[in-house]
Antibody, heavy 124, light 108 residues
């Protein structure tokens, strides 16, 4: 079974750093892009960025460039999302997703599976 | 604001058909994918590509596309289909991805 399993909920204070993880299993981790999605309380889904674990190519959404760092360690099939200085506005659920796509014909991507989510709470 | 536009809310009577739409210029080039999110749960892929359903998704879910609009249709809506639905595709540059704002589906 293809799975993405994320690390547990975190509570931090503003200004603190944090790194959350997403471990893939049941497939070849290095051959699929892994993305990150934010969902703030009561709000919709926001695309943050994506990494190709084999060579660590990264594409950040313009909205999140410079705000977070995405990385991966292919030796342990794990992707990461990290913050160097958290803000209260970073309070959200964060999901990791595996990207698949059409290799030919009309282009299109899809994201499946999704991790179970990591709730990050930033409060003083 | 999102480059993919969805109606915020749609309702459907139990057993009837409902269509949820997603508009954006990038949809003229790229297929959309659709995700269902029930309260308190992670999103789940329901439709991708021209009209493909992952294993386990009921065949009452279907997808279509015309011009700058992608559509998700539920034929014979059930109570368990009440959820938020999001479309996703590339942005206008083609280098990034973007979600629509989401549509809250109510089954009456």
């Amino acid at each position: 079974e293809v799975q993405l399993v994320q690390s547990g909920a975190e509570v931090r204070k503003p200004g603190e750093s944090l790194k959350i993880s997403c471990q893939g299993s049941g497939y070849s981790f290095t051959t699929f892009w892994i993305g990150w999605v934010r969902q703030m309380p009561g709000k919709g889904l926001e695309w943050m960025g994506i990494i190709y674990p084999d060579d660590s190519q990264i594409r950040y959404s313009p909205s999140f460039q410079g705000q977070v760092t995405i990385s991966a360690d292919k030796s342990i099939s794990t992707a990461y999302l990290q913050w160097s200085s958290l803000k209260a506005s970073d309070t959200a659920m964060y999901y990791c997703v595996r990207r698949d796509y059409y290799a030919s014909g009309r282009p299109g991507d899809w994201f499946d599976p999704w991790g179970q989510g990591t709730l990050v709470t930033v409060s003083s | 604001s999102s480059e993919l536009t969805q109606d915020p809310a749609v309702s459907v009577a139990l057993g009837q058909t409902v269509r949820i739409t997603c508009q954006g210029d990038s949809l003229r080039t790229y297929y959309a994918s659709w995700y269902q999110q029930r309260p308190g749960q992670a999103p789940v892929l329901v439709i991708y590509g021209k009209n493909n359903r992952p294993s386990g998704i009921p065949d009452r879910f279907s997808g279509s596309s015309s011009g700058n609009t992608a559509s998700l249709t539920i034929t014979g809506a059930q109570a368990e289909d009440e959820a938020d639905y999001y479309c996703n595709s590339r942005d206008s540059s083609g280098n990034h991805w973007v979600f629509g704002g989401g549509t809250k589906l109510t089954v009456l």
